[in-house]
């Protein structure tokens, strides 16, 4: 168990008590999916003032007395925050553009705990995110996005989608091998869109890994074309 506290206004105790009861649990399945948790504890504040949005810190993340509920809302919030401290913290991305290594992955982490309790499956999430997404402009490079785009919700749906396409293509064995790697092999450092595919390499091979850069990445990181919904 990794050790934490969970600090916040004596008035908002059982809110908050409420709103993170099943913490614990998002830890050790993030850990499962993603490996070791990377740091020595894990703390979260929540402010008396309601906040527009959370902000996490390796080791650290605030939310506002507005995010202290069970609803799906905050509940994904608290997921994509704890997903920060393996992909944004305990990996950095080298350059902005590759913003997606952090906010894709942890939209994704959102997606895959929604399916763990049992509300919209990983599936569910990725139709609707894509139907969202066809609506809107295709305009964006998902490797490169722009400061403008920086932190579009194109960014943040059209990453988790391209890791869902990801697993989809290799399965559920191979995608969790390649997301543990990426974490083990890179812990503490920041990172690039090709050490991602290096580490798909390094479990499906080269000519697999190659493969699925061309017929997978490419199409979802370097085109601002909408590729058709993945499908698991």
């Keep these: 168990m990794v050790p934490g506290r969970l600090i916040h206004p004596a008035r908002l105790q059982d809110a908050v008590t409420s709103a993170f009861a099943d913490h614990g649990r998002m830890m050790a399945f993030f850990v499962d999916c993603f490996g070791p948790y990377p740091y020595a504890s894990y703390d979260v504040v929540v402010t008396d003032d309601a906040l527009e949005i959370p902000l996490e810190s390796a080791t650290l993340s605030t939310f506002g007395s507005n995010h202290a509920t069970r609803d799906w809302e905050n509940q994904r919030l608290i997921a ?39 509300l919209d499956s990983t599936q569910e999430q990725a ?28 960014v943040y ?15 559920d064995e191979a995608f969790f091998a390649v997301l543990r790697g990426f974490v083990a092999d890179h812990r ?45």
Excluded at 129 to 154: E, I, T, V, W, Y
């Design 157 to 171: 749906k059209r990453g988790a989608l391209t890791l869902h396409a990801l697993r989809g293509a290799i399965g």
């Design 127 to 154: 139709a609707r995110h894509h139907q969202g997404l066809a609506a809107q402009s295709q305009d964006l490079l998902l490797c490169d996005p722009g400061p403008k785009n920086m932190f579009d919700d194109r």
């Design 80 to 118: 994509h925050e704890l997903a920060h401290q393996w992909f944004g913290n305990c990996l950095t991305a080298a350059q902005w553009r590759d913003i997606w290594l952090h906010e894709g992955f942890a939209c994704y982490a959102e997606w895959l705990w929604s399916q763990e309790v049992g």
């Design 188 to 232: 503490h450092r920041v990172v690039s869109t090709s050490d991602l595919e290096k580490a798909i390499c390094r479990v499906l091979g080269p000519t697999g890994g190659e493969q699925v850069r061309r017929t997978v990445l490419d199409p979802w990181l370097r085109s601002p074309a909408l590729p058709p919904i993945p499908a698991i």
